[in-house]
């Protein structure tokens, strides 16, 4: 009795996932925008992450003093450019 339900179960999942597949490639707008809005969340998730990674790097290095080599590097660099 429990190995019938189980294979009852098990066909009704396959059936769901048939029914899923066959509506998803069948309209391929909402294919096209579901993937346009998975691109623009995974651009804006990594744009933010590099944001937040880059300003936490700049206030530790603004608080340990910096770098001396890449510091006299930076300040070389801002002093030849020219200013307003």
């Given at each position: 009795m429990l190995n019938e339900m189980e294979q009852k179960e098990k066909v009704d999942r396959v059936e769901r996932l048939i029914t899923a597949l066959d509506r998803a490639y069948h309209r391929p707008g909402l294919l096209v925008w579901r993937g346009f809005l998975i691109g623009?969340?995974?651009?804006?998730?990594?744009?933010?992450?590099?944001?937040?990674?880059?300003?936490?790097?700049?206030?530790?290095?603004?608080?340990?003093?910096?770098?001396?080599?890449?510091?006299?590097?930076?300040?070389?660099?801002?002093?030849?450019?020219?200013?307003?």
């Open positions: 623009l969340a995974s651009g804006l998730g990594a744009t933010i992450g590099a944001a937040i990674v880059l300003a936490l790097l700049g206030f530790l290095l603004r608080e340990f003093g910096g770098l001396p080599v890449i510091g006299n590097w930076l300040n070389s660099i801002s002093n030849s450019l020219p200013t307003r």
